[in-house]
Nanobody, 128 residues
Framework: QVQVVESGGDLVQTGGSLRLSCTVS????????MAWFRQRPGKEREGVSC????????DYGDSVNNRFAISRDNKKNTLYLQMNRLKEEDTAMYYC??????WGGGDWCTDRKNYNYWGQGTQVTVSS
């Protein structure tokens, strides 16, 4: 049974930083690309960042590029999202997702149908 558990969400001030973590069990972690999605109030779930199974390739949404950094530790079966220079518009529920494939190009990163396991989410609130 695959389990996906996010942690690290919190209330933070504008300009601050947070690191989200996602621990996965029940599969061979390094074989699977991973991603972070978020859902802002009143909006659809959107892709934030994704990373290949090896961690050697990554991609970011335009709204978070140069502020967020995705990484993974395959020995710990854990995915991370380092979020810096946070803005109020980053307020959202953040979800960790496990892909059925190692990596893909183009729109693979943000296409939800490429991910078949999801966590319950962790809330990030950015306030001035």
């Amino acid at each position: 049974q695959v389990q996906v558990v996010e942690s690290g969400g919190d209330l933070v001030q504008t300009g601050g930083s947070l690191r989200l973590s996602c621990t996965v069990s029940g599969l061979t972690f390094q074989d699977h690309g991973m991603a972070w999605f978020r859902q802002r109030p009143g909006k659809e779930r959107e892709g934030v960042s994704c990373i290949s199974g090896s961690g050697n390739s990554a991609d970011y949404g335009d709204s978070v590029n140069n502020r967020f950094a995705i990484s993974r530790d395959n020995k710990k079966n854990t995915l991370y999202l380092q979020m810096n220079r946070l803005k109020e518009e980053d307020t959202a529920m953040y979800y960790c997702a496990v892909s059925h494939s190692f990596w893909g190009g183009g729109d693979w990163c943000t296409d939800r149908k490429n991910y078949n396991y999801w966590g319950q989410g962790t809330q990030v609130t950015v306030s001035s």
